[in-house]
């Protein structure tokens, strides 16, 4: 195992007037498109946006097609200490296919999961007590009906028969004095 001795991340200064829940910036384009560039507002952007009091909230997708959606604003923790993220199962896991690429930030370090036979999808990042920079891409080459091949993807990517079927991924996170649970909604502000 390789360790790390690093500082707490601070927390950042926040506008004077902040609102529960985070931005969203719906995205459209071709699967492979989406998982590589969404994160980048200047190549992609947003069709509509809007804000959501849920994390990963995904009712604001058009169409049948591929989609992707920017969420941005501020996760604010409630104690100093070591946070870890986990990553939803059917993402790190073999047991199926996500069929969608997910993606996070905090103060502008993208999370650098533990895929390997240990690693388990977890992410842990020291944090100080109180607001923290959140950005969160997720970009879903499904289609909504999960059971129907749609011929003319890459290779029939992704395939339907073991694609995960569930309509959005939960991330969840445990620290200090919290057990493992889906990110609060109320430690979500823009």
């Known amino acids: 195992a390789r360790y790390h001795r690093r500082v707490l991340k601070p927390?950042?200064?926040?506008?004077?007037?902040?609102?529960?829940?985070?931005?969203?910036?719906?995205?459209?384009?071709?699967?492979?498109?989406?998982?590589?560039?969404?994160?980048?507002?200047?190549?992609?952007?947003?069709?509509?946006?809007?804000?959501?009091?849920?994390?990963?909230?995904?009712?604001?997708?058009?169409?049948?097609?591929?989609?992707?959606?920017?969420?941005?604003?501020?996760?604010?923790?409630?104690?100093?200490?070591?946070?870890?993220?986990?990553?939803?199962?059917?993402?790190?896991?073999?047991?199926?296919?996500?069929?969608?690429?997910l993606r996070v930030w905090i103060d502008g370090e993208e999370w650098d999961l533990g895929q390997r036979f240990h690693g388990r999808g977890l992410w842990s990042v020291p944090l100080a007590r109180g607001p923290h920079r959140l950005l969160i891409t997720f970009a879903d080459a499904r289609h909504r009906d999960r059971i129907v091949h749609r011929p003319g993807l890459w290779r029939g990517y992704p395939t339907p028969w073991v694609t995960w079927k569930g309509e959005a991924p939960v991330i969840s996170v445990s620290g200090p004095g919290a057990a493992k649970q889906p990110i609060p909604v109320s430690w979500l502000t823009h």
């Not at 699967?31 to 959501?52: C, E, I, K, Q």
């Not at 009091?53 to 604001?60: E, I, K, P, Q």
């Open 11 to 101: 927390p950042v200064t926040v506008p004077a007037t902040t609102a529960p829940g985070l931005r969203w910036e719906l995205v459209g384009g071709s699967w492979y498109a989406l998982f590589s560039h969404l994160n980048l507002p200047a190549v992609m952007p947003a069709a509509a946006d809007g804000r959501t009091d849920r994390l990963l909230d995904v009712s604001m997708r058009q169409g049948d097609g591929p989609f992707g959606v920017r969420y941005s604003g501020y996760l604010n923790v409630p104690a100093d200490g070591v946070w870890t993220f986990h990553a939803p199962a059917e993402y790190v896991g073999a047991s199926c296919e996500p069929g969608y690429d």
